[in-house]
């Protein structure tokens, strides 16, 4: 795989314009990767979800080679039709459409990074990957006291012209004081085989409002890890929801780090899963100021032999007096084989914290079905009923109405 | 209606009903009393379909074997049974378990499924009969409901199916004397010449509301009495 690597690394840069700064990082971030490699399962954080062997078993041979100077059609049918909405998309990783038209153009200052978050590269060998292939990063800046008028969807396309081939995506959005914006990333994948490694970078400044809902439901047979990683200053609040259960493997991680008082992290999910899927969610809340708050609700159904995992840690500095945190997940094994495993944790290092976690998982009750049927429900009819109120109370908790109302006719929940 | 043969149930090994006869013609109210443990709540589970039992003998709904209707086609085909612990749902809003429930029933009927307009207007005309807080139907089903409430939602739920043989697992209990006569003037606003009533109970005083054409002492799991309505209030007294 190095020498892979290696050849791959130089063609792109070859075929690419990127200055010899952006070339020098990128090559220490190569050899950040080329030293740890995928990560395995000796991982404490990657002990659920071998993605080393995952990809080996189900993809093999990787190509990292990506050529960005190939124009993709879009089509526009695949555009969500009930809301207005503003859009980017990317196709196999490369931004191919960016659209602000129902913004105020003043107000959105759209440019492309030289320079990346280097921090980030320590112990999370897919973001030295990342770093290492990704093309040039987009920034986009909401100016301060400016609030987006309509929601922003990012479409994640993936077309049939890749195939065991490692995709890498990054952006970075930047919310200055009292800023918002809602974002909704829809995937739409048609290809697969592919490790596709996304990287969201968001930095909310005071008062500033980020809510971003990520929605994985088209079924594929790829391979993804998503990762968001976002600063929140004073006062500021980011409200992730994650609903997934179409990729054949996804490992969504979420990082709120709470530097301003006041600011809050409220970060929930969905997974759906059947026939042989394996998804994960892995949240880490630091709460690295006083009077910081962080809320967690992840629910699982989980169906035939797929597996579902959680693992949520909640960091409080010794700075971080007064910090209120909380985290539930819940699954629900619908059959013999369905697999779920949680791993919750607390780190704390403050003496004056209110934190809670707790995590449960079984099976339908007998008795509420028998009660449904009872009424003259058939048996799938009176399940469907005792899921979709499971997961419920996880999609009320999205607090746009417009938003929530679209995701539930998309998920298909009422 | 109803014609039980020689019922003999099983549970665990425990046998909890054997040699259990009765037959309810159209329109007959039956009262089943009997102490704790004696079979009641085994008898209705059964009937209305509950698994995990092993059973014998014979039970005819409408000449018919009820053995070989799952639970839903008994809903279906007019047997209702009010729950003694009616369980609570989180997340499924009360009106539209009702609105699924009525139309899956009608569905099997050969009816003509109610829309969102027609099912409200027939859901508020039965709450308000029942005086039942209409509020609580956008709510979780049951969920966070008084005693009281869980059991008057049951008897709305029997009001708006409109089964042809209801049972009543002690719905009594639990209610206070205000409730008891709302949930009595529900059965009685049913009560017409073919719907039949089975209800069972600890005490007599639902039956000072409800007055039914046959009593029934249930013991060791089969019937060791039966009579009229004066049948209950002598028990009661020899209890005293």
Same mark, same amino acid.
Request: glycine share 6%; hydrophobic share 35%; net charge neutral.
């Given at each position: 795989?190095?020498?892979?690597?290696?050849?791959?690394?130089?063609? &792109?840069?070859?075929?690419?314009?990127?200055?010899?700064?952006?070339?020098?990082?990128?090559?220490?971030?190569?050899?950040?990767?080329?030293?740890?490699?995928?990560?395995?399962?000796?991982?404490?954080?990657?002990?659920?979800?071998?993605?080393?062997?995952?990809?080996?078993?189900?993809?093999?041979?990787?190509? /990292?080679?990506?050529?960005?100077?190939?124009?993709?059609?879009?089509?526009?049918?695949?555009?969500?039709?009930?809301?207005?909405?503003?859009?980017?998309?990317?196709?196999?990783?490369?931004?191919?459409?960016?659209?602000?038209?129902?913004?105020?153009?003043?107000?959105?200052?759209?440019?492309?990074?030289?320079?990346?978050?280097?921090?980030?590269?320590?112990?999370?060998?897919?973001?030295?990957?990342?770093?290492?292939?990704?093309?040039?990063?987009?920034?986009?800046?909401?100016?301060?006291?400016?609030?987006?008028?309509?929601?922003?969807?990012?479409?994640?396309?993936?077309?049939?012209?890749?195939?065991?081939?490692?995709?890498?995506?990054?952006?970075?959005?930047?919310?200055?004081?009292?800023?918002?914006?809602?974002?909704?990333?829809?995937?739409?994948?048609?290809?697969?085989?592919?490790?596709?490694?996304?990287?969201?970078?968001?930095?909310?400044?005071?008062?500033?409002?980020?809510?971003?809902?990520?929605?994985?439901?088209?079924?594929?047979?790829?391979?993804?890890?998503?990762?968001?990683?976002?600063?929140?200053?004073?006062?500021?609040?980011?409200?992730?929801?994650?609903?997934?259960?179409?990729?054949?493997?996804?490992?969504?991680?979420?990082?709120?780090?709470?530097?301003?008082?006041?600011?809050?992290?409220?970060?929930?999910?969905?997974?759906?899963?059947?026939?042989?899927?394996?998804?994960?969610?892995?949240?880490?809340?630091?709460?690295?100021?006083?009077?910081?708050?962080?809320?967690?609700?992840?629910?699982?159904?989980?169906?035939?032999?797929?597996?579902?995992?959680?693992?949520?840690?909640?960091?409080?500095?010794?700075?971080?007096?007064?910090?209120?945190?909380?985290?539930?997940?819940?699954?629900?094994?619908?059959?013999?084989?369905?697999?779920?495993?949680?791993?919750?944790?607390?780190?704390?290092?403050?003496?004056?914290?209110?934190?809670?976690?707790?995590?449960?998982?079984?099976?339908?009750?007998?008795?509420?079905? &028998?009660?449904?049927?009872?009424?003259?429900?058939?048996?799938?009819?009176?399940?469907?009923?005792?899921?979709?109120?499971?997961?419920?109370?996880?999609?009320?908790?999205?607090?746009?109405?417009?938003?929530?109302?679209?995701?539930?006719?998309?998920?298909?929940?009422? | 209606?109803?014609?039980?043969?020689?019922?003999?149930?099983?549970?665990?090994?425990?046998?909890?009903?054997?040699? /259990?006869?009765?037959?309810?013609?159209?329109?007959?109210?039956?009262?089943?009393?009997?102490?704790?443990?004696?079979?009641?709540?085994?008898?209705?589970?059964?009937?209305?379909?509950?698994?995990?039992?092993?059973?014998?003998?014979?039970?005819?709904?409408?000449?018919?074997?009820?053995?070989?209707?799952?639970?839903?086609?008994?809903?279906?085909?007019?047997?209702?049974?009010?729950?003694?612990?009616?369980?609570?749902?989180?997340?499924?809003?009360?009106?539209? /378990?009702?609105?699924?429930?009525?139309?899956?029933?009608?569905?099997?009927?050969?009816?003509?499924?109610?829309?969102?307009?027609?099912?409200?207007?027939?859901?508020?005309?039965?709450?308000?009969?029942?005086?039942?807080?209409?509020?609580?139907?956008?709510?979780?089903?049951?969920?966070?409901?008084?005693?009281?409430?869980?059991?008057?939602?049951?008897?709305?739920?029997?009001?708006?199916?409109?089964?042809?043989?209801?049972?009543?697992?002690?719905?009594?209990?639990?209610?206070?004397?205000?409730?008891?006569?709302?949930?009595?003037?529900?059965?009685?606003?049913?009560?017409?010449?073919?719907?039949? /009533?089975?209800?069972?109970?600890?005490?007599?005083?639902?039956?000072?509301?409800?007055?039914?054409?046959?009593?029934?002492?249930?013991?060791?799991?089969?019937?060791?009495?039966?009579?009229?309505?004066?049948?209950?209030?002598?028990?009661?007294?020899?209890?005293?």
């Amino acid at each position: 795989m190095e020498q892979k690597l290696k050849t791959d690394f130089d063609k &792109f840069i070859n075929n690419s314009n990127f200055s010899n700064q952006e070339i020098k990082l990128k090559k220490e971030a190569l050899d950040n990767f080329l030293k740890n490699g995928f990560p395995s399962r000796k991982l404490e954080n990657w002990k659920f979800s071998d993605i080393n062997q995952i990809i080996q078993k189900n993809i093999g041979e990787l190509a /990292f080679y990506n050529n960005y100077n190939i124009e993709n059609e879009i089509n526009d049918n695949i555009f969500i039709k009930e809301i207005e909405h503003n859009k980017i998309v990317i196709v196999n990783g490369k931004v191919e459409r960016l659209s602000f038209e129902y913004e105020e153009k003043d107000k959105i200052n759209l440019s492309s990074l030289d320079n990346f978050n280097q921090n980030l590269n320590d112990d999370n060998s897919l973001l030295s990957l990342n770093n290492s292939f990704s093309n040039k990063i987009h920034n986009i800046l909401v100016k301060k006291n400016y609030s987006f008028k309509k929601p922003l969807i990012i479409y994640q396309i993936t077309n049939e012209k890749v195939s065991n081939t490692n995709i890498n995506f990054q952006i970075n959005f930047e919310l200055e004081e009292n800023s918002s914006i809602k974002i909704i990333n829809l995937s739409d994948d048609n290809s697969e085989k592919n490790f596709i490694n996304n990287l969201f970078n968001f930095n909310l400044g005071k008062n500033a409002i980020l809510k971003n809902y990520k929605i994985d439901i088209k079924s594929n047979a790829n391979i993804k890890y998503d990762y968001s990683n976002i600063i929140q200053k004073e006062n500021s609040i980011s409200e992730i929801f994650i609903f997934s259960s179409g990729s054949d493997y996804i490992k969504n991680e979420v990082s709120c780090n709470l530097e301003g008082q006041y600011s809050s992290a409220f970060i929930n999910g969905i997974h759906l899963l059947s026939k042989n899927k394996h998804h994960e969610i892995r949240t880490n809340t630091n709460h690295l100021y006083e009077n910081t708050k962080s809320y967690q609700l992840i629910k699982s159904v989980i169906n035939d032999s797929s597996k579902s995992v959680y693992q949520g840690k909640i960091y409080v500095d010794s700075k971080a007096q007064k910090t209120d945190g909380y985290q539930l997940s819940k699954a629900l094994l619908l059959n013999e084989q369905a697999e779920f495993n949680a791993k919750p944790e607390l780190e704390i290092y403050a003496d004056d914290v209110k934190c809670s976690h707790g995590s449960a998982s079984g099976s339908l009750d007998d008795n509420s079905i &028998f009660y449904l049927m009872s009424r003259g429900l058939n048996q799938t009819t009176a399940k469907e009923l005792l899921i979709n109120g499971f997961l419920l109370d996880v999609v009320e908790k999205i607090t746009d109405d417009e938003i929530k109302k679209l995701l539930k006719n998309m998920i298909g929940l009422n | 209606m109803l014609k039980i043969n020689n019922l003999n149930a099983k549970i665990q090994e425990k046998i909890i009903l054997s040699g /259990f006869n009765l037959e309810i013609k159209p329109g007959e109210v039956h009262a089943i009393m009997g102490p704790n443990g004696s079979g009641k709540s085994t008898l209705s589970n059964i009937l209305s379909g509950k698994k995990g039992y092993e059973v014998s003998g014979e039970v005819l709904y409408e000449n018919k074997n009820l053995f070989d209707l799952e639970t839903e086609e008994r809903a279906h085909k007019g047997i209702f049974l009010a729950f003694q612990y009616p369980l609570e749902i989180p997340g499924v809003n009360t009106n539209i /378990f009702l609105k699924t429930s009525l139309n899956s029933i009608r569905k099997a009927k050969g009816e003509k499924e109610l829309d969102a307009l027609e099912f409200l207007k027939l859901v508020k005309e039965k709450a308000k009969e029942l005086k039942f807080d209409e509020e609580k139907l956008n709510r979780q089903l049951n969920v966070g409901f008084s005693g009281g409430e869980k059991k008057k939602n049951e008897i709305l739920q029997m009001s708006i199916l409109d089964p042809k043989l209801s049972i009543l697992d002690e719905t009594d209990s639990g209610l206070d004397i205000d409730a008891l006569k709302i949930v009595a003037d529900g059965v009685n606003a049913l009560r017409k010449k073919n719907n039949s /009533f089975l209800i069972i109970t600890h005490y007599q005083r639902l039956l000072d509301y409800i007055k039914p054409d046959f009593v029934h002492v249930l013991m060791g799991g089969k019937i060791i009495k039966s009579g009229g309505a004066e049948l209950a209030i002598e028990l009661e007294k020899k209890r005293i």
